[in-house]
């Protein structure tokens, strides 16, 4: 029996072998991509980034992104607020070459990439002028900033300066207590003080006749007494003031009680510096009539009270600041 004759073989390479090389050429590809991504080469990646600096790309309908400042030119809105910090990670540098690739790129692509360059421009001006807003607000913090913490050092200042005048008045206080005591006139007046003065406060009854500015007989043995304290008080400011009830001039001495109040203090002083030796300049004084009351003149008593001289010895601190302010 004859052999059947065999069918010659086909030309080429079978189908599943093409199938099989694709297969093996996407693998390779793909471990070659592997490879690729396990070891960074910082210049090339440098290069990558610099190429996109001043690139823009329509994202928007109307507008253009510029992808280093993430300034929308249309909207006016940062589409990519932190692309500054991510390309620092990654080791992105603005170098010269990284500029001149750019620049290469954008002479290839002709006018209307110049066109997206001119509207990056504007991104990054406007960008700019963002960045002059936020220093300028910077600024204006800092400058508030400082403010606050000069008003809580004039604050602290002035509280340091209150407490020191306090000591120095209580000192003092405490002087012309002593002294008084020691001239057996403890009685004859209030005495006080604060952080400024010392306030001696005379009762005018037992200084002057009534609607009358000269001293009853018995008063300048007082005031001699007052004159050997205050004197040892010669550099310090000391205020003269008068005050007075609420009760209407009826003699023709005086036109109204501010002008009676005014002629007590001066009689006050008057007589002061006759007995001892004194710094007009140091010398203040006033009167304010019924102004200043220090109770009610609904009572004789408390009218009594209200007609009064007081003499203010101000602290050596305050005493300073008076002589500077009356410089000025």
């Known amino acids: 029996m004859a052999k059947k004759k065999e069918k010659p073989p086909e030309e080429g390479a079978p189908a599943w072998m093409a199938t099989f090389s694709d297969l093996m050429n996407l693998l390779l590809c793909f471990f070659v991509l592997l490879f690729a991504s396990s070891t960074v080469d910082e210049g090339k990646l440098q290069n990558i980034a610099a190429s996109f ?3 823009s790309f329509s994202i928007l309908p109307q507008g253009a992104i510029n992808l280093i400042q ?6 006016g809105v940062s589409q990519l607020p932190n692309i500054n ?3 620092t990670e ?23 990439n110049n066109k997206s360059n ?11 002028s963002s960045g002059e807003f936020t220093e300028e607000s910077t ?7 400082e403010t606050k913490e000069e008003k809580l050092s004039e604050e602290e200042l002035k509280e340091q300066m209150s407490e020191k005048g306090e000591k120095q008045s209580e000192e003092m206080y405490d002087e012309i207590r002593e002294l008084l005591e020691s001239y057996s006139i403890e009685d004859m007046q209030e005495l006080d003080y604060n952080s400024q003065y010392v306030e001696l406060d005379m009762n005018g009854s037992i200084l002057f006749d009534s609607g009358s500015a000269s001293f009853a007989a018995e008063s300048k043995i007082y005031l001699q007494k007052v ?29 109204d009680n501010r002008e009676l109040s ?6 006050v002083y008057d007589f002061i510096a006759s007995q001892q030796n004194f710094l007009d300049g140091n010398i203040e004084i006033s009167g304010y009539g019924e102004s200043r009351p220090i109770t009610s003149n609904d009572t004789p008593e408390g009218r009594a009270r209200n007609r009064r001289v007081v003499i203010k010895i101000y602290n050596q601190l305050n005493s300073q600041i008076e002589e500077g302010d009356s410089l000025q």
């Open 53 to 55: 600096d001043r690139m």
């Open 70 to 75: 993430g300034m929308s030119v249309s909207g």
């Open 85 to 87: 910090s991510v390309l």
């Open 90 to 112: 990654i080791g992105y540098a603005q170098e010269e070459s990284g500029n001149n690739v750019e620049e290469e790129a954008i002479g290839d692509e002709g006018d209307k």
């Open 118 to 128: 001119d509207d990056a421009d504007l991104g990054t001006e406007e960008s700019t």
């Open 139 to 145: 600024a204006e913090s800092t400058e508030v900033a």
């Open 227 to 255: 004159a050997s304290i205050l004197v040892k008080y010669r550099n310090n400011i000391i205020k003269f003031e008068g005050h007075t009830d609420n009760v209407p001039m009826t003699s023709g001495t005086y036109k």
């Open 262 to 267: 005014t002629a007590r203090a001066n009689s």
